[in-house]
């Protein structure tokens, strides 16, 4: 249940923060095209996701790491394996592929360009990402 909040507070915190920059920048987008943007650019997470998952690369992950009675022992070695390093090159390019929708879809919802539009859209992600901790803080000391 803990994760389903995290990610509403983090969808809708970014989304409401970025419709804020942009409207602080002279943007004239509406809050609801922002949470579209924000919500279309997290699908490639859910493809990286599945390439981490336990079915295709969790067990080797997981096998990096074995737990003794008093200790947790990494081997680095368990990872080199071509399926590990190609998943992860594919999980890399999905992040860009996200933050790079994210910024497309801001750019669009608020009409801005240029400096104006990076400068916004890094403040925001910043601030939403500050606010969001700590309403989740929040929600963890309260649970």
Do not use: C, D
Request: hydrophobic share 60%; charged share 10%; proline share 2%.
């Amino acid at each position: 249940m803990l994760a389903i909040a995290e990610s509403l507070i983090a969808w809708l915190s970014l989304g409401f923060l970025l419709s804020a920059a942009a409207k602080l920048s002279g943007g004239n987008g509406g809050t609801g095209a922002h949470l579209a943007a924000v919500g279309l650019s997290r699908f490639p997470y859910i493809l990286a996701a599945i390439i981490l998952s336990r079915r295709l690369l969790g067990k080797a992950i997981l096998s990096a790491f074995v737990v003794g009675r008093e200790e947790i022992v990494m081997r680095p070695q368990n990872l080199l394996t071509p399926a590990v390093i190609i998943g992860g090159f594919a999980v890399f390019g999905l992040v860009i592929w996200a933050v790079v929708a994210l910024y497309l879809g801001y750019s669009e919802a608020s009409r801005l360009r240029g400096g104006k539009a990076a400068a916004s859209f890094v403040i925001g992600i910043v601030l939403a990402e500050v606010i969001s901790k700590l309403i989740l803080w929040l929600v963890r000391i309260a649970a």
